[in-house]
């Protein structure tokens, strides 16, 4: 048997094969004393060892340091989840331009035994399932435990997360209801983007419902909608590309809205992840989280006299 399905079999359900492969190739885990590869055969008779990170990389300053650490809203937490709101602006864990100041830290800072969790390759992604972009704000579910970790991502592979986002867009959108099918892949030209266009795209469902349809400030503006948006995938930016290609891009995107798109509002993408709805790993209840809504959604809404309660929004919208 080759040695990361024999490990991955040991360990399950607390770690993945793939997280097992990595712990071999970080040689954490040895074969009769000796390091090996994830390919290895293991026979009857081999002694296999498995070691613990090192403390001292959970304490590496370079990786993390705690006055980095920006305060995060936390819906709900117990021993094995953690349900946050995003606020925009903030990345989830650390990459190249954006070292600290992450959803990551606030976390460390908040749950430092969540550290514990640290991939055994070094990156510091402990607990994150799921990603929402920078300036999308919003409901966000995080691991407390291996066991946690594993369950959750079982759950958004097999798509059996249920995700609601409210996003404002450009212009008044024609149909009330509609499903966008249309594979989303690395743009072709501009790495930074993703379209419709690519040469390898992956295939992505969004439905769309329009909440509200409301008529310009200016006689030379288009009008804006209030539109739901339930996800059956999850590609990079799927929701923006997918509403941009219809030619209502959600206000306040700069990349696929162009500039001066905010209606004076938004100086982000005007899209929030409102609600989502799992499966708690350990009691296998059905929960449902609501993100309250931010400062620029509330008062765009209060503007054209709608409730800006996420509570009330959340389930007026879903009556339509």
């Given at each position: 048997?080759?040695?990361?399905?024999f490990v991955?079999?040991r360990?399950?359900?607390e770690y993945?094969r793939s997280?097992v492969a990595?712990?071999?190739?970080a040689?954490?885990?040895t074969?009769?004393g000796a390091?090996?590869?994830a390919?290895?055969?293991?026979?009857t008779?081999?002694?296999?060892e498995v070691a613990?990170m090192?403390?001292?990389a959970l304490n590496?300053p370079?990786?993390?340091?705690e006055g980095d650490?920006?305060?995060?809203?936390?819906?709900?937490?117990d021993d094995?989840?953690i349900v946050v709101?995003?606020?925009?602006g903030?990345t989830?864990?650390p990459a190249?331009?954006?070292?600290?100041g992450?959803?990551?830290d606030?976390?460390?800072?908040?749950?430092?035994?969540m550290?514990?969790?640290?991939e055994?390759?070094?990156?510091?992604r402990?607990?994150?399932?799921?990603?929402l972009?920078?300036?999308t704000?919003?409901?966000?579910v995080?691991?407390?435990?291996?066991f946690?970790?594993?369950?959750l991502?079982r759950?958004f592979?097999?798509?059996?997360v249920s995700?609601t986002?409210l996003?404002i867009?450009?212009g008044?959108?024609?149909?009330e209801?509609?499903?966008?099918?249309?594979?989303?892949?690395r743009?072709?030209?501009e790495?930074?983007?993703?379209s419709?266009?690519s040469?390898?795209?992956?295939?992505?469902?969004s439905h769309?419902t329009?909440?509200?349809?409301f008529d310009?400030a200016d006689?030379?503006?288009?009008g804006?909608?209030?539109?739901?948006v339930k996800?059956d995938?999850?590609?990079?930016?799927q929701?923006?590309?997918?509403l941009?290609?219809i030619g209502?891009?959600?206000?306040?995107?700069p990349l696929?809205?162009?500039?001066?798109s905010g209606?004076?509002f938004f100086?982000?993408q005007?899209?929030?992840?409102?609600a989502?709805?799992?499966?708690h790993?350990r009691?296998g209840?059905?929960?449902e989280?609501?993100?309250?809504?931010?400062?620029?959604?509330?008062?765009?809404l209060?503007?054209k006299?709608?409730?800006?309660?996420?509570?009330?929004l959340r389930?007026?919208?879903e009556l339509?």
């Amino acid at each position: 048997m080759r040695l990361d399905v024999f490990v991955s079999m040991r360990l399950a359900p607390e770690y993945s094969r793939s997280q097992v492969a990595r712990m071999i190739k970080a040689g954490l885990v040895t074969v009769n004393g000796a390091a090996a590869r994830a390919s290895s055969g293991v026979r009857t008779g081999d002694r296999i060892e498995v070691a613990a990170m090192p403390a001292g990389a959970l304490n590496d300053p370079s990786i993390y340091k705690e006055g980095d650490a920006p305060e995060i809203s936390v819906i709900f937490d117990d021993d094995e989840i953690i349900v946050v709101n995003k606020p925009a602006g903030m990345t989830v864990h650390p990459a190249p331009g954006h070292p600290n100041g992450t959803l990551v830290d606030a976390l460390l800072a908040r749950f430092p035994e969540m550290a514990a969790m640290a991939e055994p390759d070094g990156v510091l992604r402990p607990g994150i399932v799921h990603r929402l972009d920078k300036d999308t704000s919003g409901v966000m579910v995080v691991a407390r435990t291996p066991f946690a970790r594993t369950a959750l991502s079982r759950q958004f592979k097999d798509r059996s997360v249920s995700k609601t986002y409210l996003a404002i867009v450009k212009g008044k959108v024609a149909r009330e209801r509609l499903t966008i099918e249309r594979p989303v892949g690395r743009h072709p030209i501009e790495r930074k983007r993703m379209s419709v266009r690519s040469n390898a795209p992956r295939d992505a469902v969004s439905h769309i419902t329009v909440i509200a349809r409301f008529d310009p400030a200016d006689a030379d503006e288009m009008g804006t909608s209030l539109v739901r948006v339930k996800p059956d995938t999850g590609r990079m930016h799927q929701i923006r590309v997918h509403l941009a290609s219809i030619g209502h891009p959600c206000l306040g995107d700069p990349l696929y809205g162009g500039k001066g798109s905010g209606a004076g509002f938004f100086h982000r993408q005007a899209l929030h992840a409102l609600a989502l709805s799992l499966t708690h790993p350990r009691a296998g209840e059905r929960l449902e989280f609501i993100a309250p809504l931010p400062v620029d959604f509330e008062e765009f809404l209060a503007t054209k006299k709608l409730a800006s309660d996420a509570g009330e929004l959340r389930s007026w919208i879903e009556l339509k």
